[in-house]
Each structure stands twice: as C-alpha cells, then as structure tokens.
C-alpha cells in the first residue's frame, strides 16, 4: 500500500517568490496535516485538514495556506517567501481527525535563496 | 499552548545497551504521546504510542511509559542496535477544541548505536 507521497521532494526558490507543495494522504485517510521542520529541529504544526475543512491552525503567518481537495489530497501554499521559510515541510494522514494517529510523507526540502 | 521538552538532545551507546529518552509536557489536557523515529533524507516514522489511560505499553524491544501526574513519559529501547540510530521525537497532543489533531513535538534525541 502506498503511504502518504508529497511532491516535489526538492524545490528551490528565491526570496518573494511563491510556492505550492502536494500531498497525497494514506488511501481511506481523511485527515491531512502539515508541519514545518526546521534543521535540527521538531516538526511544527503548521495546519489540519479534515473532511476539506480547516480544523486546526499553527502560529504561523497568513502568507500559509492550505486547502484540501474532494479526493482528499491537500496543498499547503508559501507567498512572499523569506529566507526563514527554507526547511523540511512534512504532510500527515490520519484516519479521522481526532484519532491523532498520523503517519508523515518523506517531506519537500524548500530552499529559499 | 503545549510545550514538550526532550532530553537529553544526545544519546550514544553501545550495541546491545538500552536507552532511555525522556519528555516533560505542561498542558494537563494532553491525551495522546506518540515516539516517532526519523532518519535521515525520510519523514517522521511511528514506533510507539501511548494514550493517557495506559501507564506503559511495550512492543518487542520498545516501551513507553506514561506519568500523568508528573507530566512527563519516557521511551525505552532495549538490547540496542546500530539500525536503531537516528533521531528521535516525542509529541503531545490533545483531541478537541482550537489543537484539534495538531502534535507538539519535542526538539529531538540524536541517538548513535555503536557496533
């Protein structure tokens, strides 16, 4: 069975550019989420997706944004990019929203240069 | 909100020894304490997890323990070896309300096995 896939696995990009990362969720899985993960560092939650409504929101600027499509799969949008915004960003499926069982993609690696 | 913190942020033993790795969390709400295990160029994979009506919980040569009155729960690898190095997460979190699904997690256990 396939896990949860996000693409691209690598993207580079320049300051004040704009970026769209995907994510397919584990199939049956609802529920999406995203985290950031800075170098040497936690994943920090940065959005949940249930049923393609927002449930849950991180500290984070309105420049992220997210939506989750009928077939699930999710994408988590960058504007105005800054340096501080390069870092491991990790997609997790659960079953149901509240289960909080979640299993994470391989991530996209976002360089801002 | 919560926080979680991990100690200690390194960790190197030799093949066969155990290791332990320890979090502390504050919100009391908290329910659920997954231990997740990521290695390098990959994501965060699952190995253990615990919720806050279970002590301790064991699986092969892995357990976790759960301390709601202290706020804190550890994971323990015995008979260690060298395919268990890599880095380490606990997290917390809770079901309801605004952190509906979201996971604190804790800053990370760099662990090296030595053969």
């Known amino acids: 069975d396939a896990g949860v896939t996000q693409s691209p696995t690598h993207l580079i990009k320049t300051r004040g550019q704009h970026v769209t990362l995907r994510c397919s969720p584990i199939?049956?899985?609802?529920?999406v989420s995203w985290y950031q993960q800075v170098l040497g560092q936690g994943p920090q939650f940065i959005f949940q997706y249930y049923e393609k409504e927002e449930r849950g929101r991180g500290n984070f600027p309105d420049r992220f944004s997210a939506r989750q499509f009928p077939n699930y799969s999710s994408e988590l949008n960058v504007n105005a990019l800054l340096l501080g915004d390069s870092a491991l960003y990790l997609c997790a499926s659960s079953l149901a929203g509240t289960r909080n069982i979640q299993y994470f993609g391989a991530g996209t690696r976002l360089s801002v240069l | 909100g919560e926080n979680v913190e991990q100690h200690p942020s390194t960790l190197s033993v030799q093949e066969g020894d155990s290791a332990v790795i320890k979090c502390t969390y504050s919100d009391s709400a908290s329910n659920y304490f997954p231990w997740y295990k990521q290695e390098l160029g990959k994501g965060p994979q699952l190995i253990i997890d615990?919720?806050?009506?279970?002590g301790e919980k064991k699986d092969q040569r892995i357990a976790v323990t759960l301390n709601k009155t202290a706020k804190h729960f550890s994971l323990h690898i015995t008979e260690t070896q060298p395919e268990d190095s890599a880095v380490y997460f606990c997290?917390?979190?809770?079901?309801?309300?605004?952190?509906?699904?979201?996971?604190?997690f804790g800053q990370g256990t760099i662990l090296t096995v030595h053969p």
């Open positions: 997290a917390a979190s809770r079901a309801g309300g605004t952190s509906y699904g979201k996971l604190t």
């Open positions: 615990i919720r806050s009506n279970v």
């Open positions: 199939s049956g899985h609802k529920s």
